[in-house]
C-alpha cells in the first residue's frame, strides 16, 4: 500500500500531544515534528509489549520514493495502529535522537501491509543520502500513543532522474528555447597547457573526462558521462562564435559535420540555471554503437537530429548536393557533450581576441532549486 503523496500547503488542528506533536495529515499520513526525548514525551508511552522493527529492508529506490518493509511479530501485528518512521538526510543522521537543538521531521502512518511506499517529494532528493529508523506505536483511547523503541538506523541512497523526469525537464526547455540560427562550427575553449598536454602525452587528441556535477542534482550523467564539452552558440550580430569565454583563451574550432551528422546520435541531458536569467540545456552527441552511445540509450531522451528544438542537422535543400546545414537554438545556452577522443588535427587551434570571463564558468555548477521556469515537481 502507497503512502499518499504530501503537498506544501496542508493544515490541521493539533494533535492530541498537547503541544509535543505538531501535524499535517492526509487520509492517515502525517508529518510530525517532535521535541525534547521520549522520557519529556509526556504525550507518548514507552510499551515493552511493543515490537521494535527488525531486519530493515529498503527498496525500489527511485530519486523520490523507496518502500520500506520489516519483521513483524504475528502475535502483537493487531495492536500496531501506526509506524513512526524517522527519515534524515545522512548528515543530520543523529536528529532521531529528539535532542531540542535539533528536532527531527517524523512520518507517521497509520500501519498498513508491508512493504509500503513512501513517496513525496516534500521528502526526498535525488542523488541524496538519507538514513531511517522506524518506531512501531499504539494509539490509546485517550489519544496518547504507546511506542517501541527505535529501530537501528539504516542507510540508503536515492536514485537520478528517470526518463520520466528528464521529459519533463525537456518540456520545460523546449517552451524557452527560441528560434533557430544557423551554425558552422563546435568550438572548446580551454587554457594553453590543456592543448600542450593533448599534442604531447595524448597522441595529439583530446580524451573524454568525466562530466562533473553542473546542472541538476538528479541529472544520471553528472559524475558518470565521459565526454569533451563544446560550445556552438553564436553572437546574434555576426552569426560567428563569441571572443570571450570563461574556461580558457585558447580555442579549438571544428567543422560541425565532423561531430554531428546522421551518423551521430544526440540526446537531451540537463535543463538549468545558476540564479541567473540564463538557461542552460546540456546536450549529449554520442557516434552510433560507441561506448558513449549506450550508456546514453539506457538513461536519456533521444531527439531527432532533423527535428528537434534545441540542435539539427539537416540536408541543405537549396544546395542540392548533400550538404548539411546546422541549427541551434537562440534563448538557451547550449552544453554539447561528445562522448568520443577527438584529434587536434580535424579542427583549428588559436587565441581569442576575448577576456576570459571566470564568473561564466558552468564547472560544479549549482542549479536554482527556486526557477520556476527549469525545475520539476520532484526534489533538485
Aim: aromatic share 8%; proline share 5%; glycine share 6%.
Amino acid at each position: 500500500m502507497e503512502v499518499p503523496r504530501l503537498g506544501h500547503n496542508l493544515t490541521s488542528p493539533m494533535s492530541p500531544c498537547e503541544g509535543m506533536i505538531k501535524n499535517l495529515s492526509l487520509d492517515g499520513i502525517q508529518l510530525c515534528e517532535r521535541e525534547g526525548n521520549k522520557s519529556q514525551d509526556s504525550g507518548i508511552v514507552e510499551m515493552e509489549e511493543l515490537p521494535v522493527p527488525q531486519n530493515i529492508k529498503i527498496s525500489n529506490i527511485t530519486c523520490d520514493s523507496f518502500k520500506i518493509c520489516w519483521d513483524m511479530e504475528p502475535r502483537v501485528k493487531e495492536r500496531i495502529t501506526h509506524y513512526f518512521i524517522d527519515l534524515n538526510k545522512k548528515e543530520n543522521k543523529n536528529s532521531n535522537k529528539f535532542k531540542h537543538k535539533d528536532v527531527p521531521t517524523k512520518l507517521v502512518a497509520k500501519a498498513v501491509p508491508l512493504p509500503m511506499t513512501v513517496r513525496g517529494h516534500w521528502f526526498l532528493s535525488p542523488r541524496t543520502e538519507y538514513t531511517v529508523a522506524v518506531q512501531t506505536a499504539s494509539k490509546q483511547t485517550d489519544g496518547d500513543y504507546a511506542v517501541s523503541e527505535w529501530s537501528e538506523i539504516i542507510e540508503f541512497t536515492t536514485a537520478d532522474y528517470s526518463t520520466v523526469h528528464l521529459t519533463q525537464l525537456l518540456e520545460k526547455a523546449e517552451v524557452i528555447a527560441g528560434r533557430m540560427l544557423r551554425f558552422s562550427v563546435f568550438y572548446r575553449n580551454q587554457n594553453k597547457e590543456y592543448f600542450d598536454q593533448a599534442r604531447e602525452v595524448h597522441g595529439n587528441r583530446m580524451l573524454p573526462a568525466v562530466k562533473d556535477n553542473s546542472g541538476s542534482h538528479g541529472s544520471p550523467i553528472s559524475g558518470k558521462l565521459e565526454g569533451l564539452y563544446f560550445s556552438c552558440n553564436t553572437e546574434f550580430n555576426t552569426g560567428k562564435p563569441p571572443q570571450d569565454s570563461p574556461y580558457g583563451r585558447t580555442r579549438f574550432e571544428i567543422q560541425a559535420e565532423t561531430l554531428f551528422n546522421p551518423k551521430t546520435n544526440l540526446y537531451f541531458g540537463d535543463f538549468y540555471c545558476m540564479y541567473t536569467a540564463y538557461h542552460y540545456v546540456i546536450l549529449v552527441l554520442a557516434p552510433q554503437g560507441s561506448p558513449g552511445d549506450d550508456f546514453c540509450k539506457a538513461r536519456l531522451q533521444a531527439l531527432d537530429i532533423t527535428n528537434n528544438h534545441f540542435l539539427t542537422c539537416t540536408l541543405d535543400e537549396e544546395a542540392g548536393d548533400g550538404a548539411l546545414v546546422f541549427r541551434h537554438a537562440q534563448d538557451v545556452i547550449l552544453e554539447v557533450i561528445y562522448t568520443d577522443p577527438v584529434d587536434l588535427v580535424l579542427g583549428t587551434v588559436a587565441e581569442i581576441s576575448g577576456h576570459q570571463l571566470m564568473s561564466l564558468s558552468t564547472v560544479n555548477a549549482k542549479k536554482d532549486p527556486s526557477c520556476k521556469t527549469c525545475n520539476i515537481s520532484v526534489g533538485r
